[in-house]
């Protein structure tokens, strides 16, 4: 839970202060997450204790390589980070990797050196994550990431798009026969890779993907819920499939309902596409995903964002999630630098006095996981697969971009 002594909030405008916290934030994974054998750890308790060694989450171990990478190109008076950047773009080449398919393990069990597979479903999620990490290892000065940067986006247009809806289909069999489950957020981190593909490569063609999807999933998908919000699960045709999951709150990558992380995290991305490609459309939509999300899922009694809700609006899922607010918190500043908007501002500012005093853990670092409503942590794993304190090391980064040097 949070600690009963909070640091008085520090000025979140100042980019030392964001440095500083991604710092402190790394600092809970830094040595301790470290396996010599191979890879990082995936699961840890909130002092940092590993509570299970051996298994090994695809979506973890490509966010340690954005995590490291992004770490080794802002603290480079810091060796270790590029080091570790070095061993976990290692470990996915080697344990995740499966030369037969072509394709990568989507969860394994590491003993000490020998990978065994768990689960060889071939998500597109997972590849959209495995390009994002070459592309950033890329950047941090790893060679060697480029020509499987290639390879990678090569897998996802051979197996998984589908050029009659200008999408990605989701998920496979190790024998690459496409599942019918269709889904938004696959595509959502598509974009994301092929936003950093672009910036790692300055080829046109990640941008020309980028936008593509964008301007579907944002636009024409949209016109089949409400004309503003983004369902997140589809039938085969693309038609929206509103029972997918329904009353299975388990999932934690195809949640059922409206999602409003997802329309604030899906602002920030038409945001940094926008950069590279001015069109009308994606400020626009930017701005009206961002207002749908608060004026939806904000709690006014607790603060923070609530997970999901219904196609009639009524919340679904009241519990709160880090990535929530960690992508809302970028999206602010991204429309507050480019609108010049008060609003927006204020919004940044109110989500960090909630989040530094209710989700920071000032004691061990990291933010924890998962509230309850009340804000009340429910759990005492702080980093089980799928966390690693991306969203919440990446959201200060999306912020260093557009605050004054």
């Not at 941090?140 to 986006?153: K, N, Q, R, S, V």
């Not at 899922?317 to 008060?342: F, I, N």
Request: proline share 5%; with cysteine.
């Amino acid at each position: 839970m949070p600690t009963s002594i909070t640091p008085p909030l520090p000025d979140f405008h100042q980019r030392q202060v964001l440095l500083d916290h991604v710092r402190h934030t790394l600092g809970f994974y830094h040595p301790r997450a470290r396996d010599p054998s191979g890879g990082f750890h995936h699961f840890l308790k909130d002092d940092g204790r590993v509570f299970d060694a051996r298994t090994r989450h695809l979506v973890s171990s490509t966010r340690y390589v954005f995590l490291w990478s992004m770490a080794a190109r802002h603290f480079p008076d810091e060796p270790a980070y590029l080091d570790h950047a070095r061993h976990a773009v290692t470990f996915l080449r080697q344990a995740h990797h499966d030369p037969a398919s072509g394709g990568y393990l989507w969860l394994l069990d590491w003993d000490q050196g020998r990978a065994t597979a768990l689960d060889r479903t071939q998500h597109c999620y997972g590849l959209a994550f495995v390009l994002l990490a070459y592309a950033h290892a890329l950047m941090a000065g790893i060679g060697e990431a480029c020509a499987w940067l290639d390879e990678t986006f090569a897998l996802m247009e051979q197996r998984f798009w589908q050029a009659e809806h200008g999408l990605y289909a989701d998920e496979a069999g190790p024998d690459w026969v496409l599942a019918p489950y269709r889904g938004q957020n696959a595509n959502m981190h598509a974009v994301e890779a092929c936003l950093a593909a672009y910036e790692a490569t300055q080829q046109v063609r990640f941008l020309d993907r980028a936008e593509q999807v964008a301007s579907h999933i944002v636009r024409r998908q949209t016109a089949l819920t409400d004309g503003l919000m983004i369902w997140e699960h589809y039938h085969r045709d693309w038609t929206p499939d509103w029972d997918y999951n329904k009353g299975d709150m388990s999932n934690i990558f195809r949640p059922w309902g409206y999602q409003p992380g997802h329309f604030t995290e899906w602002a920030k991305l038409l945001l940094l596409l926008e950069r590279q490609r001015p069109l009308p459309w994606l400020l626009e939509r930017a701005e009206a995903l961002f207002e749908r999300a608060f004026d939806k899922a904000w709690d006014p009694v607790h603060q923070g964002l609530y997970y999901g809700f219904g196609p009639d609006f009524a919340i679904c899922d009241e519990r709160k999630y880090h990535w929530v607010q960690c992508e809302s918190l970028a999206t602010a500043a991204l429309l507050g630098h480019r609108t010049g908007k008060p609003l927006y501002w204020d919004w940044y500012e109110r989500l960090w006095r909630y989040c530094w005093t209710h989700w920071v853990d000032h004691r061990h670092g990291a933010w924890f996981r998962l509230l309850s409503r009340a804000n009340v942590s429910t759990t005492d794993e702080k980093s089980p697969a799928g966390k690693v304190d991306y969203h919440t090391t990446g959201a200060c980064y999306d912020i260093l971009r557009v605050l004054p040097r």
